[in-house]
């Protein structure tokens, strides 16, 4: 591995992890002593980050990460709702034993999603619906789906600091469940509807609801105001 695609590796890591805040300036003297690297393999890295839409560069070689957007959380949500019930019903219409095993495998080790989870709660969750992806044997859309979700991850992590209910957790399990079970006996109707409820009751629409909420106060804020000076 070269500096870059170690620097590349290690940035992207704390991108996702959350160490790395949305919107904040990475200071990139300081992290490349911090990785062990010259600010050269860094900036490489950076470039990489940012035709992933993790990381902005501008002309003054400024580098922020990018900022979590209403609009952006919409768009992951809306072609999520297209392909991931997609990817679920060829997954119970081509599904092998071997498909089928590791499915339920990783249906086994998920780990419900609290508040600020770690890498590993969230790889039991990407494991679970890339063993289903996986089972499409459709490699365009396993390639497609797995490229949206490190950057959906961010918008996972940000809807889960309003927190779960036991309510929430338990439809969600009942959700991993059901694919399983739909997938397992082949009825790809089912699995396809399954997922699609999956998707709409996701952490990432949460966060679609979250940022729309906060882009939309200031503009109430100011009609509040107009309407005071008017009183």
């Known amino acids: 591995m070269t500096k870059a695609e170690s620097a590349y590796e290690l940035v992207r890591a704390r991108l996702l992890s959350g160490d790395l805040l949305p919107g904040a300036v990475i200071p990139q003297a300081a992290l490349a002593r911090e990785l062990g690297v010259s600010t050269t393999p860094l900036r490489e890295a950076l470039r990489r980050l940012m035709t992933e839409g993790l990381v902005e560069l501008d002309a003054h070689r400024d580098a922020r990460v990018t900022r979590l957007t209403a609009e952006e959380a919409r768009d992951l949500v809306e072609i999520r709702r297209s392909l991931d019930p997609l990817a679920a019903g060829l997954a119970a219409e081509r599904r092998t034993r071997d498909d089928l095993a590791r499915i339920r495998q990783a249906a086994d080790e998920l780990q419900p999603l609290h508040t600020d989870p770690g890498p590993a709660e969230l790889l039991t969750h990407r494991r679970f619906h890339v063993a289903i992806y996986t089972a ?16 959906a991850d961010r918008y996972r992590r940000l809807a889960l600091e309003d927190g779960r209910s036991d309510e929430d957790l338990e439809r969600t399990h009942a959700e991993h469940l059901a694919l399983v079970d739909a997938i397992a006996v082949g009825d ?5 509807a399954v997922m699609l409820a999956h998707v709409d009751a996701s952490l990432g629409a949460r966060a679609v609801a979250r940022l ?20």
């Open 212 to 231: 729309t909420a906060a882009a939309t106060q200031p503009v109430a804020r100011s009609l509040r105001g107009i309407r005071g000076g008017r009183g």
């Open 136 to 151: 499409s044997h459709n490699q365009l859309l396993v390639q497609t789906l797995d490229g949206l979700w490190d950057k």
């Open 188 to 192: 790809t109707a089912t699995a396809a």
